[in-house]
Nanobody, 123 residues
């Protein structure tokens, strides 16, 4: 079992920045590929970004490329999502996920999810 807890959400003006954190406990964090997803009101959950076990490889949704950066600190059992140049359409509940492969993470089929943190971007 892996337990995931997100933090760092909040209200920010368009053009601003936020950094989300996802702290993991339980199994060895460095064994897992990590990802971030978001779900806006009335919409399905959508992939945002993923990072491999070492942190050396990342994948992003087209909608956030160049604005968001995923990173991880295996010594702190934490994955981060730095969000810059935020837009109102980035408003959503952001959740982290853990899985054994990039394919599982990016498909949204992970077994392990956090509870989510709300990000609201005002215009």
């Amino acid at each position: 079992q892996v337990q995931l807890v997100e933090s760092g959400g909040g209200l920010v003006q368009a053009g601003g920045s936020l950094k989300l954190s996802c702290a993991a406990s339980g199994r060895t964090f460095s064994n897992y590929v990590m990802g971030w997803f978001r779900q806006a009101p009335g919409k399905e959950r959508a992939f945002v970004a993923a990072i491999n076990r070492s942190g050396g490889s990342t994948i992003y949704a087209d909608s956030v490329k160049g604005r968001f950066t995923i990173s991880r600190d295996n010594a702190k059992n934490t994955v981060y999502l730095q969000m810059n140049s935020l837009k109102p359409e980035d408003t959503a509940v952001y959740s982290c996920a853990a899985a054994n492969s990039i394919a599982v993470v990016t498909s949204g089929s992970s077994n392990y999810w956090g509870q989510g943190t709300q990000v609201t971007v005002s215009s």
